[in-house]
């Protein structure tokens, strides 16, 4: 093998020597295999057999170098890369996460001892058949699940989609990363909405625009509610402009028989996008809905811009669609039955397109709707 002494020679240096020669004999050997590019079968074979020579009687720290150099080589065979797994100790991970091409058996193992930390490195991974997938989703490990959230070579469907849905209810941090894929329904981060940022909870509202939802068990309550919506933003208008926050939590909590925690919430939240849940589920109109959330909400320089994406989405989605958001925070629903056909979204996302579909920022219809709610808002609160 070009690179080597004759293995006759090593063999000889091995038994003459100790186990100083020993580690030095593996680490050169380690090297010269790294630095030899891709090796002819024979090659491969005949360093197979004195890899496995050396490896077992070279010194603990030896086989750890020995086998984080061998790891770096551009291809080896199932046999070196057990050596490399067994021996390679801390820089384990570096190893499963930097391989060129890593075995299924290998992973198997990783996964089979519960290696949390080299499972969700091999989560990460752009190779993974469906064994390996399958063996991960049974894994009951956060580490493990956001790293599964995060990849993108990762089709979300079926029993993973499933999987992927239920740990974004447990876990922020992976309904984070589903929230920024374009591949994944945002409506099923419902149960999530209130742990992720102001950007990706109006994309789970975008996700009901023109999609129909099954009959939400909430809608029996807003059916009941004998106060007009016009008394209803017309209290809430007045509330918040007084900033008298704390009854508009109890005002809510008695509306939508969500608990207080919740409401209060929903009553703090300035960016407003939980009210317009609450303020469209009761069948508020956009003129109607915006005269609340102008007192509501508190963007600055942002205002104009957050104030027209809701108005636009006052058109898009439903009363009934905001009653099943409301239905999955309380936990009353299956949010898994939005797979069904029926339920799909009317537009299907494109990577090719723009994932927001709200209206420009600066609508002059709107812009101007939005000044003169502003101008008369306080004055028919009073």
Known sequence: MLGFQPYETFQLLIETGGVDRTNTLLIAACDAYARRGKPTPPEMEQFEALAGRLFPIAGPQARAKGAAILGRAEMLSPALEQLVVDNIGEDLNGFLAGATELSEPTMLEIIARYDVP??????????????????????????????????LAIVPRGAYLSALARSAQMDHLVAESLAKRSDFDAALLAPAFFDLSDVDRVKVIQAFAHRETPKAPISKTIEQLTVANQELTKALMKLFSENRR??????????????????????????????????????????????????????????????ADFATLFGNVSPESMAYLMSAWRGEVNLLELNKPEYKPFTETSRRTPS????????????????????IGARRAG
Do not use: W
């Open 118 to 151: 080299g499972a969700a490195t091999i989560a990460a991974r752009d190779d993974l058949s469906n064994v390996v997938l399958a063996k991960l989703f049974q894994m009951n490990s956060r580490k493990v699940y956001r790293a599964l959230a995060s990849n």
């Open 246 to 307: 704390p009854e508009v939590t109890r005002l809510l909590s008695q509306i939508t028989g969500l608990d207080e925690v919740r409401c209060g919430q929903i009553a703090h939240d300035v960016t407003g996008a939980s009210l317009f849940v609450i303020l469209r589920a009761f069948g508020c109109s956009a003129y109607d809905g915006l005269k609340v959330l102008i007192h509501a909400t508190s963007h600055d320089s942002e205002r104009s811009r957050a104030l």
């Open 356 to 375: 927001n579909t709200l209206a420009p920022a600066h609508n002059p219809v709107v812009d101007q709707a939005i000044e003169a709610l502003a101008r």
